[in-house]
């Protein structure tokens, strides 16, 4: 860590708790880096270093950074309207969304996630007339209380409740939320998951799930999950909602449940959607459904939904991507490949046992002898060594999100790669060295 950034972080601190914006910065993180400059999938740091951007503000900047035709859309829909409540880019926002992702037939815009994921178990409830939803171990559905964390105590009443050392569990939360409102059980599973329906099923307003378990160390549907979760929401009545904050934009533009073909009831998106450069989250689904706002019977309210910077930016992303049968994105995921498959040559002639599952685009590593098959084997023993990669690889300037995970953008290119290749080697050998010691 170098002077600039230190002194900056110090006087940044005095004000803003932790000197961060969020908590669920990793422990490497403790002094943040501070920007001063992007291009591509480059970053530059106050002290002038320079960084590959696998990081991506948790996933969002997906454009990357100083995209020209982006920023272009930004400054002209700026320099015609600012801040209304409807205008003229809302229709392109809208007919692209609905015409890519098979469920939105009907769309509502929010800001964030967490709030948009509020305003979908809203209106599910209110449309079965039933008040519990059901959630999996180890997904995140944003950082509202009744969402976040969570442990199932005794198996056969399955109810979350916090537990001591929870790094998603939280001092504050409104007392009992989670076992009042929710069930939750382990993903994957669909012996559990019938045992599940077969219980509690006739009382159930919703199912809430990643459609791949992205944020549990990006794990992929087992052949039939998702399946099995449609057929029996469809037969016990309850609606299902793909949370594709993650999966959206990054696994093609209709979003993880045109690429598995299974269509949700519902679907939240967000970061990536606006692009990278402003907020927007977006609650679609199925008309039937989503005409409960129609009627206003179901409130959805926000000052800024469907700002015009907000819309604009998704009018653009999607065109942006979706140029030439969605070229950018297929040439994303095809040279992030490339990098994940150097990462893994590397830690294997170092003797590092490493695996990169998930999708191109959402794929995370784990420093493991074979790929994770459920979200709950994503334990301490994993997550540590993964932290000691990703800190090293961020020595060498290489950033990547949490929970390792490797987020490309649609600038990523063959001097990327190559950057990325002169690095790895000597990150990967730190990391080796560090995890011979601990474990
Ligand atoms: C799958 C998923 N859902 C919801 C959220 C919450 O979104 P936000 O941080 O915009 O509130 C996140 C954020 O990481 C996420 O990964």
């Known amino acids: 860590?170098?002077?600039?950034?230190?002194?900056?972080?110090?006087?940044?601190?005095?004000?803003?708790?932790?000197?961060?914006?969020?908590?669920?910065?990793?422990?490497?993180?403790?002094?943040?880096?501070?920007?001063?400059?992007?291009?591509?999938?480059?970053?530059?740091?106050?002290?002038?270093?320079?960084?590959?951007?696998?990081?991506?503000?948790?996933?969002?900047?997906?454009?990357?950074?100083?995209?020209?035709?982006?920023?272009?859309?930004?400054?002209?829909?700026?320099?015609?309207?600012?801040?209304?409540?409807?205008?003229?880019?809302?229709?392109?926002?809208?007919?692209?969304?609905?015409?890519?992702?098979?469920?939105?037939?009907?769309?509502?815009?929010?800001?964030?996630?967490?709030?948009?994921?509020q305003a979908a178990l809203r209106l599910a409830r209110a449309y079965t007339m039933r008040n519990r939803f059901l959630r999996f171990e180890n997904h995140y559905h944003g950082n509202a209380d009744n969402v976040m964390g969570g442990r199932v105590v005794d198996p056969r009443v399955p109810t979350p409740f916090d537990f001591r050392g929870d790094y998603r569990g939280t001092a504050g939360r409104a007392d009992g939320i989670m076992a009042e409102q929710s069930y939750m059980i382990p993903w994957n599973d669909i012996e559990r998951l019938e045992e599940f329906f077969a219980e509690y099923g006739d009382t159930l307003a919703c199912v809430l799930t990643e459609p791949v378990a992205v944020n549990g160390g990006s794990i992929d549907p087992a052949p039939g999950f998702l399946e099995r979760v449609r057929e029996l929401c469809t037969e016990h009545g309850v609606v299902l909602i793909f949370d594709e904050m993650i999966t959206g934009m990054r696994l093609g533009l209709g979003g993880a449940q045109q690429q598995l073909g299974v269509i949700p009831d519902l679907a939240t998106f967000g970061k990536a959607i606006g692009g990278g450069g402003v907020p927007v989250s977006a609650l679609v689904g199925r008309r039937e459904i989503m005409r409960l706002l129609e009627s206003k019977k179901v409130i959805h309210a926000g000052t800024y939904n469907g700002y015009p910077l907000g819309t604009a930016a998704v009018a653009a992303t999607f065109a942006i991507l979706g140029r030439d049968d969605q070229r950018p994105l297929r040439q994303m995921r095809d040279r992030v490949g490339?990098?994940?498959?150097?990462?893994?040559?590397?830690?294997?002639?170092?003797?590092?046992?490493?695996?990169?599952?998930?999708?191109?685009?959402?794929?995370?590593?784990?420093?493991?002898?074979?790929?994770?098959?459920?979200?709950?084997?994503?334990?301490?023993?994993?997550?540590?060594?993964?932290i000691l990669l990703a800190a090293a690889l961020q020595r060498h300037g290489v950033l990547v999100s949490s929970v390792s995970r490797i987020y490309p953008n649609a600038q990523l290119s063959d001097d990327d790669l190559e950057f990325f290749s002169s690095r790895v080697g000597k990150a990967v050998a730190e990391a080796k060295q560090s995890i011979d010691e601990i474990y």
């Not at 950034?5 to 004000?15: M, P, T």
Request: charged residues 20%.
């Open 338 to 386: 490339e990098l994940q498959r150097v990462l893994v040559e590397t830690a294997t002639e170092a003797g590092l046992p490493l695996v990169v599952q998930g999708p191109a685009g959402v794929a995370a590593f784990h420093c493991a002898g074979q790929p994770l098959a459920t979200p709950a084997e994503y334990g301490f023993d994993v997550m540590g060594k993964d």
């Open 1 to 117: 860590m170098t002077s600039a950034n230190l002194a900056y972080h110090e006087r940044v601190k005095r004000i803003l708790p932790g000197g961060v914006h969020y908590n669920f910065n990793m422990p490497w993180e403790e002094v943040p880096l501070h920007f001063v400059d992007g291009s591509g999938s480059r970053l530059t740091d106050m002290d002038g270093n320079e960084y590959l951007d696998l990081y991506a503000r948790f996933g969002a900047m997906i454009l990357g950074h100083r995209n020209e035709e982006y920023l272009e859309a930004l400054q002209s829909a700026m320099s015609r309207v600012l801040c209304v409540s409807h205008c003229d880019f809302d229709a392109d926002a809208l007919e692209a969304m609905n015409a890519h992702i098979p469920c939105a037939e009907m769309i509502r815009f929010g800001l964030s996630g967490t709030e948009i994921l």
